[in-house]
């Protein structure tokens, strides 16, 4: 039996090409994540010229992946001109829309740049999103004594309780599948 998508129900791409120009009419009808994908893939090929193009034209989409990567093409400058205040305005913007790990790098530049409170708020506000490693930089702040003892027993718990949110049965039916379908 041929595998077919399970949005469309068309048989499933069986070569490169053929996944890269599904990739590519999905990035001409506006696909954000499409977009992403395909800035990501050049950006790992090293093409950063049409890497950025991609990117901006997803985050122009509304795509917070993309504001997330480009805050990463800016901070270390490949394939634009290195730009600290870019990149923070990116992970500002990917922060401010919920995603966890921009918020977690901004609380890490907070923390670098010497504002240890105003990293933690980001920590926690990237806990509450799921995201586990500012539960080691919260653990950090508390043993430093940044953090209380109730803000961070709290943040552990607005954390467990994101990680819980995202378990179902039918997550982990489709994680086996996706890594099963990975040769």
């Known amino acids: 039996m041929k595998r077919t998508c399970p949005f469309c129900r068309h048989p499933s791409p069986?070569?490169?090409?053929?996944?890269?120009?599904?990739v590519l009419k999905r990035v001409e009808a506006n696909d954000p994540v499409a977009t992403v994908f395909e800035g990501i893939r050049r950006?790992?090929?090293?093409?950063?010229?049409?890497?950025?193009?991609?990117?901006?034209?997803a985050a122009r989409l509304g795509d917070i992946e993309a504001l997330n990567c480009l805050s990463a093409m800016y901070l270390k400058g490949k394939g634009v001109e290195k730009d600290e205040k870019m990149a923070v305005y990116h992970?500002?913007?990917?922060?401010?829309a919920g995603h966890p790990t921009a918020r977690f790098n901004l609380g890490s530049i907070e923390w670098n740049n010497g504002r240890k409170e105003r990293a933690m708020k980001h920590y926690?506000?990237?806990?509450k999103?799921?995201?586990?490693?500012?539960?080691?930089?919260?653990?950090?702040?508390?043993?430093?004594g940044v953090l209380s003892k109730e803000d961070f027993a709290a943040a552990l718990r607005a954390h467990q309780a994101a990680v819980d949110a995202t378990k179902s049965p039918q997550r982990d039916?489709?994680?086996?599948?996706?890594?099963g379908g990975i040769k």
């Not at 069986?14 to 599904?22: H, L, V």
């Not at 992970?91 to 401010?96: G, K, Q």
Request: hydrophobic share 40%; no cysteine; net charge negative.
């Open 14 to 22: 069986g070569t490169n090409a053929e996944i890269d120009a599904n």
């Open 43 to 57: 950006h790992v090929e090293g093409d950063y010229g049409s890497a950025l193009e991609y990117l901006t034209k």
């Open 91 to 96: 992970l500002e913007e990917a922060a401010i």
């Open 124 to 127: 926690i506000i990237a806990a």
């Open 129 to 144: 999103l799921g995201d586990d490693d500012s539960v080691g930089k919260l653990k950090k702040g508390y043993l430093e």
């Open 173 to 179: 039916a489709a994680e086996k599948a996706w890594r």
